[in-house]
């Protein structure tokens, strides 16, 4: 049977009623496609151009969200084994030279990169915690003024995440911010489940000095436990508790 002869038979046997509903479902089984293809791209491109996001080497901020999300917390072993700063020179030679052992991930051609700004400030307010700490991080280490990160650490400090609250902490005591909101953040740190994000809110709050005179009570514990890091922390915070205590 010709495909002309098929469509006289089917024209016959649907009424006027039939044909258009017939046309709706057809009609919206191409569009419920095409959106798929839309989301499915991988480069996410066409979903990124619809939806009007920034780019950054021809790649939008879904695309990106997509790769730093798929670094997973497996690839940061432990993500507070790093205090915030520059990256480590040697580190940065061997990148430059092409002699590290393992390949680059994709979410590294993001740093250093002004160009990657605004993907980055995106992704600080992505749904998913660990690309907004992730990113958080990244732009942090960006060549750019103090003022510019400011904002945008005070944003992250009210995140729901306490790991993204606390790499806002961190970085704002090391940008010599001493604002009163970042101790309570801090005193949640001493608290966390990590080892590592116990010591580094102490490392934080020593640096505070005795404005953060309310942490004394939880390093005090903490002393008590054997903690050393909480005792080299009360003599920044406060020197007379830490003698009653017997800090050395």
């Known amino acids: 049977m010709r495909p002309c002869d098929l469509y006289l038979v089917l024209a016959n046997f649907f009424d006027e009623k039939s044909k258009r509903r017939v046309l ?104 998913n915690s660990f690309v907004r700490w992730l990113a958080l991080q990244i732009f942090c280490r960006m060549p750019v003024d103090n003022n510019e990160k400011l904002p945008v650490l005070g944003r992250a400090l009210q995140d729901a995440d306490l790991d993204v609250r606390l790499e806002a902490a961190m970085w704002l005591v090391q940008l010599g911010s001493r604002d009163s909101e970042l101790i309570p953040v801090l005193i949640e740190g001493l608290k966390h489940e990590n080892p590592m994000a116990r010591f580094v809110s102490m490392d934080q709050l020593a640096v505070l000095g005795s404005a953060a005179k309310s942490a004394v009570p939880l390093l005090l514990e903490a002393w008590k436990q054997g903690d050393f890091d909480a005792g080299r922390a009360l003599q920044k915070i406060d020197p007379d508790v830490a003698a009653r205590a017997g800090v050395p």
């Open 24 to 127: 709706c479902l057809g009609f919206g089984l191409v569009v419920g496609l095409g959106c798929l293809a839309v989301w499915l791209e991988p480069t996410r491109v066409l979903w990124g151009l619809l939806r009007g996001e920034n780019f950054f080497e021809g790649r939008p901020t879904s695309y990106w969200s997509g790769v730093l999300a798929a670094s997973e917390e497996a690839e940061f072993e432990d993500r507070y084994l790093s205090q915030p700063g520059p990256p480590d020179w040697l580190e940065e030679l061997t990148n430059k030279l092409g002699l590290r052992n393992e390949p680059n991930p994709r979410w590294r051609k993001l740093e250093g990169q002004p160009a990657a700004t605004p993907c980055l400030l995106d992704l600080t307010n992505d749904r």
